[in-house]
Every structure is written in C-alpha cells, then in structure tokens.
C-alpha cells in the first residue's frame, strides 16, 4: 500500500466517524454501509434510479455474503474505472460504484476514495475471517469460559464473606444499638432494627451481585462476532439514561441560574416587606388607617400572593413544564381543587374579611351566634372559642361571616361593660324603693364599678306588674357569669331584708293571700 494512499484512507476514515460521532451534528452524514455491526463508511447521494439509502443497503448486503465465501481472495477484489464510475468489484461482481458526487462530498479525489473504499472491505471482511475462525472462537470461548468461573469466584466469596460480616456486625451492635422511639411510642425495637440492618445489607450484596453480572455480559458478548450487537446494547442500557441524565443537567444548568435569581430576588423582596411588617406590628411604625394587629396577616396574603407570582416566572424554565403531560396533571390538580375545596376557600376569604373587619381579638369575650366564651386562635379558616364550661369550641370563619358577633370586651376598658337583669313587680310596691334596693345590690356585688353608679330603666307597664331592669358596669367581661350569679344573690337577699316580695300577681291570684313567700328570719 503507498503512503498517499495509507494517507487518504486514515483521512477518510478519520472524516467519517468522527461526523458520525459528533451528537446532534447539522451536516448530513449520509447513510451508513454496516457489516457485522461494524459501520464501514456512509453514502450521501444517489446513483441512477438507486437512492443513498438504497445503495447503502445493497452494498452492505454484498459486503455480508463476500465475507460468508470460504474462498474470497484479496487480491481479487479491485477497483474498476470508466469514464463516469470507479467500480469495487470482485471476480466480475460488483460491490459498489463511486461517481464524482460521491468524491465531492467528502472533498477527495474519486481515485483515492475508491482505494480507501476497498481497503476498508478487505479488513473488515478479513477481522471476521479471523474472528469466526474455529481456533480463534475456541480460544475466545475459553476465554469467556475464564471469565465465567472468575465470576462465580467472585460471587462466591461475596456471598461467603458478606453473610460472616452481616453476622460480626450483628453480634457487635447487639448491645450497642438502641430503641426507635417517638416520644413514649416504640416505633422499632433492637431486634427489628437489627433484621432491618440485616435485610439492607442483603440487598446490597444482591445489588452488587447483579451490577458484577451485567458488567461482566458485555465482556462475553464481545468476544464472538454473532453477539456483538447484544453487548452493544446492554450497555448502552446503562450509559444512555447516564448519559441522558448528564446532558440534562448540563441543559437545565443555565436555567437553574435563572431560577436562582429570581428565588433570591423574592426571598429579599419578603425579607423587606416582613421587615415592614414587623414594625408596624411593634407600632414602631405608624400607618394612618392601618392597625398594628394587621400587619402579620397582610403579610401573609403578601407572601402567598409573592409566591404564586415567583412560581409563575419559574414555570417556563422546569424541566418538562412544556409537555402535554405535565399541562395535563396540572390542569386536573386545579379542577380537584376547585371542586374539593369549596368551603375551605369560602372560609379562607371569611377569615381575611374578618382580619380586616376587627370584630374581635385574641382573649375577648364574645358570643357568636349561641357560644360565648373568650377568643383562643384565629387562623385563616377557623376561630376557637374557649366557653366558661372549659369547652373549646371550633367556629368556621364563613359562620361568623354570615352572622352576628357580640363583644364584650370592646368598651369594658374604657367605658365598662353594662350587665343588666329583669325583674316584675306589682303596682303596689313604690318604684323608689325597688330602685335603691337594686342599686344598693349591684353596688354590693363583687365586680361591678362603684365609680359609675347602676342605673334602673322601667321597661314596660304591664297590666299585673312592672318591668325593672337593673343595669351595671364591669370591667372584667371573663367573669361575668360570676357578677351575674352574685348579684342576684344580691338581689335576693337585699328584698328578703326590707320585706318585699319578688313576687309576679299571677301567683297571688293562686295562692292564700296570708302566707308570705318571705324566708323565715333565724
């Protein structure tokens, strides 16, 4: 073989696979020519009513029986030229022709990629020659054969020696290890942390096991012809989703950057409004119209709303956030939340309307609808209300949305809290007198400001009897079951002493007018 043709041919080989291996390469490579799995050169352009690919298939065919023929002689293989056409022929047959656009496409002389062009058949079809030569496959089978016994070596020693570690390791962390406790529950106990550590590394010797076996494959497969396109894919088992997987990162890194940036703008962006926040809320920072106990959850509502408007820049840079799949999920995550979450929401915007509304705060006293006690938790759905029995009782913020709020802890500060009791009475008993009976028992009762004087209101004049209600001021609205409780008592006992009776006409009329309903003095 001459310099410049051993020259042409490393060029051409050297040209063509390494377009061939260039991933996602813009220029043509042409359709290969493959025989025994073994891609010989590529072929870009048609030859009369043959088509690139066509002629691709056909030579490969012919290049695959001339390496099946027990007598094929190098020699015998030449190239043949005409004015047109270099022809690769064998004893008349030939294999291929190559034209002047052929020789164009890869930038040679047509001459000298026919010579590469023969040369490149003659040592494939002489590699599988000597590949599938009797004393050659005996060898490549001893050694495969080699290899399966160092394997099961291997396996066997693995096996051997693992089970004598998992055992040391047992009896070593029998005494050491301990319980699996949350709180005062035994979630796992020594005896079953010790077979979880057993069966962990069971499955590690297995793992292991299994990676030896489908490294070692390939090895095997590789050693005859035949099975060459199997070790081929077993590995490329492996190395394509690595190799996906590393182009993916290497794809999504300018894309996390940018999701970087604006995760660290919104995180700053939060801290300088929590910042804010937080003054307000120690009244450091005063704001006209804006009350300090709305600076937390105005904050929040910020924060959600921040979120959803940093999640919203992300999307177009996640990974698959472009597949119909991914739409799909999505859009059926939104419907089952809208249909699944109805009243969590009403109750969520309840919850904000009432933030904003002021009703109530945190250690009132209120009653809302039947229930009355003092304000425990206000949270975004639900308000719990601690009632003078010790029952905490879970009010859902769209309740007390739709209806009425009394508090009485608003004004017991400043101007006092006014408790009131009804009483009826005949004509027959002076209103003055039942008034300073009423005000001298309020003013006894324990709880009630003496500073501010009760007061009695005549509500009705009934036919039979009279209606007095007694009116006074606490300050302490947690207590007020106690103050009422007290002066009625009050009540009670200061009629008892100036002899008068709380007694309705009706039961007069019932009753032997002679007897008294007075308790006997002791």
Known sequence: MSLKLLISFIALFCVQHAVYAQKDSVVFKGYPVVAHTDTLFHIKNKLGSLSASERAERTSSRVEALSEDLLFVPDSLITVNDSTLIGIVYKGDVL???SKADADSVKMDKEVMAKAYQEIIINNINNYRKETNVTELLKRAGLG???IIVLGICIYF??????????????????????????????????????????????????????LIYLTLPFIFRLFPWTKPWSDSLISFALNPLKNIFSSIIDF??????????????????KAIRFLAQEVENERLKINGFY?????????IVKILLNAFMLVMIWPYIPGSDLAIFKGVSVFLGILISFGSSSAISNGV????????????????VKIGDTTGAVLEKSLLVTRVKT???????????????GNTVNYTSMSNNEGLIIHSTLTLGYDIPWTKIQELLINAALATEGVIKDRTPFVLQTSLDDWYVSYQLNAYISDPSIMAIIYSEMHKNIHEAFDEAGVEIMSPHYQAIRDGNASTLPEKL
């Open 158 to 211: 693995l096996n051997k020696y693992s089970n004598r570690f998992n055992s040391w390791l047992s009896f070593k962390l029998h005494k050491r290890i301990g319980h699996l406790k949350i709180k005062d529950y035994e979630l796992i106990d020594r005896k079953r942390e010790l077979i979880i550590i057993s069966k962990f590394l069971n499955l590690i010797k297995i793992v292991v096991i299994l990676l």
């Open 253 to 270: 890194f300018p894309n996390l950057i940018a999701i970087a940036v604006i995760v660290g703008v919104f995180h700053y962006v939060k």
């Open 388 to 402: 003078i029995k010790n029952e905490i009782i879970t009010i859902p913020n769209s309740a007390i949305l739709n």
């Open 145 to 147: 054969l080699l290899i």
């Open 96 to 98: 291929m022709s190559i």
């Open 350 to 365: 309840a919850g904000m309307v009432i933030t904003y509304m002021r009703p109530f705060r945190i250690g009132d006293v």
């Open 292 to 300: 300090p106990d709305w600076a937390k959850p105005t904050f929040n």
